[in-house]
């Protein structure tokens, strides 16, 4: 039985628990570690449209989805272009009002050093587990997508806006002090933008369940290598980490038509 790969479902827990939908049921990959696991690639994906293909065109999108869809707009990767607070559309103004038009946070964390980002207020701390953070604070509340975008552009200029995924899976990044970090930023807020920042300096610390980090990371994909297949040695963020120092991604992987198993040593059975 074959399925269409998904990211994994977050719990913030005191480790992040992990489930990951197969075969219709959602199963806690935290008990798979120590186990052996398979994903077997179809050769097919599948465009969130419906349109299945050998591969996508870009982003994860179809041809079409990706010069026409609005999940696929410029202003997706830069809020700072949104323009649906002004009334002006720029794929499909209904969709764009829903999206834009809704509480956003731009926050602090510590992944692989400090990062400034974005959320939707309905996301909270589900960014921060994708992410791989192991620190969060959240730096301002603001009305619409626009604004967060804007606060984030000039904090940029200060710390990072992304990433460095190679490090965030090298192990546990060394503490930071985020209320102190968030006092600094502050000052570089626009001040028409200034009344947005939250008096609330709460930390969220992030564990996870990795029993070993890979020492020299290797990046394994499905178009690469169709079969992948070893022991789950733990999980960070939206990777999947394996023997070898191999890592997979399972985030970039959505929409990839594959079948996922593993066997249960105690029982020797396949799933």
């Known amino acids: 039985m074959k399925d269409t790969l998904k990211k994994m479902d977050t719990n913030l827990q005191d480790v992040v628990q992990y489930k990951l939908d197969i075969h219709g049921e959602n199963i806690l990959m935290n008990e798979l570690i120590g186990k052996q696991i398979k994903i077997e690639w179809s050769g097919q994906v599948i465009c969130s449209c419906g349109k299945k293909m050998k591969k996508f065109y870009r982003s ?4 079409d989805c990706f010069y ?17 607070h002004l009334g002006i559309e720029e ?7 829903t999206f834009q038009l809704a509480p956003h946070y731009v926050y602090l964390a510590n992944s692989s050093g400090i990062k400034v980002g974005i959320t939707r207020g309905t996301q909270g701390v589900i960014r921060w587990m994708d992410q791989g953070a192991s620190q969060a604070i959240l730096f301002a509340e603001v009305p619409n997508r626009r604004f967060s975008g804007d606060i984030e552009v000039e904090l940029k200029k200060y710390v990072d806006d992304v990433t460095n995924w190679r490090k965030m899976l090298s192990g546990i990044p060394q503490p930071v002090d985020l209320v102190k ?12 933008l200034k009344q947005y920042i939250l008096p609330d300096n709460t930390v969220t610390e992030i564990n996870y369940p990795v029993r070993e980090y890979p020492k020299k990371i290797n990046s394994t994909k499905l178009e690469r290598t169709p079969t992948i297949e070893g022991e789950l040695k733990g999980i960070k963020g939206q990777y999947l980490l394996l023997d070898g120092d191999r890592v997979f991604n399972i985030r970039s992987h959505e929409g990839y038509i594959s079948k996922f198993s593993f066997k249960e040593i105690a029982q020797g059975r396949l799933f």
């Open 60 to 63: 994860g999108f179809c041809y």
């Open 91 to 97: 794929r499909d103004l209904e969709w764009e009002k």
């Open 68 to 84: 026409e869809s609005p999940l696929a707009s410029q202003s997706i990767f830069k809020p700072e272009l949104c323009t649906a």
């Open 181 to 192: 970090m968030k006092e600094k930023l502050s000052a570089y807020v626009p001040e028409e």
